[in-house]
């Protein structure tokens, strides 16, 4: 499957630890894009990268949200100090700027912080 | 604000039915407009774009700008369109704002 991946698919933690979530794009996608879903709401972006630059982050994205994607190809989000609030469905989606402005969406990573 | 409002959550109706998925957005500019769409237990994909002006799967959207409108269309449902439906507008960084999203329910 050439597809988005991510990685883990699932992830339940105590509030207050920190997790780390990966995704990898497809292989000559430049753009990198994480969304948010919660409950009822459509996905609400979070930041993106061109290659390894990190160009816009949400509002959403509060100090305790980390994102990297260090040689421009995979990218890794990690909350800090997690809180109730941050359960949700994290995705991740890739496109080649340029080409096609169509979006690729990984399955997510459902966090549930207990 | 760059805003997209899907008013429906749940749209409802039979086999054979005629569609019509409402989406209304907010834009300053050239708007580009999509519609993903998410089947049970699978990733969301898209379905159609506008300035492609396809049909895909028997789905239309005509982007409206006097009416600031994209609503989806299809004139016969079939069961296996069953999903949750997105309306999406392409900022102008490239992100995408999402509506809230319809759930399709077509019954037998």
């Known amino acids: 499957d050439t597809g988005v991946s991510q990685d883990p698919r699932h992830k339940i933690t105590k509030r207050g630890q920190n997790v780390t979530f990966r995704c990898d794009p497809i292989?000559?996608?430049?753009?990198l894009y994480w969304y948010r879903q919660t409950l009822g709401q459509g996905p609400e972006f979070l930041t993106y990268?061109?290659?390894?630059?990190?160009?816009?982050k949400s509002r959403l994205l509060s100090d305790r949200f980390s994102a990297e994607r260090p040689k421009g190809s995979f990218s890794t989000l990690e909350i800090q100090r997690t809180e109730q609030g941050d359960s949700a469905m994290y995705l991740c989606?890739?496109?080649?700027?340029?080409?096609?402005?169509?979006?690729?969406f990984g399955p997510g990573t459902r966090l549930t912080v207990l | 604000a760059q805003r997209v409002t899907q008013p429906e959550k749940l749209l409802s109706v039979f086999k054979g039915a005629p569609v019509e998925l409402k989406c209304n957005y907010s834009y300053s500019g050239s708007p580009e407009l999509f519609w993903y769409v998410q089947y049970s237990r699978q990733r969301l994909q898209l379905l159609l774009r506008?300035?492609s002006r396809e049909s895909i799967k028997g789905f239309t959207a005509d982007l409206n700008k006097g009416e600031t409108s994209f609503h989806l269309k299809k004139p016969f449902a079939q069961e296996e369109d069953s999903a949750m439906y997105y309306c999406?507008?392409?900022?102008?960084?490239?992100?995408?704002?999402f509506g809230q999203g319809t759930t399709l329910q077509v019954k037998p």
């Open positions: 506008h300035i």
């Open positions: 999406a507008i392409r900022g102008n960084t490239g992100k995408l704002i």
């Open positions: 292989s000559e996608h430049n753009r």
């Open positions: 989606a890739s496109n080649l700027a340029g080409y096609t402005d169509t979006q690729y």
């Open positions: 990268f061109q290659n390894e630059a990190q160009l816009e």
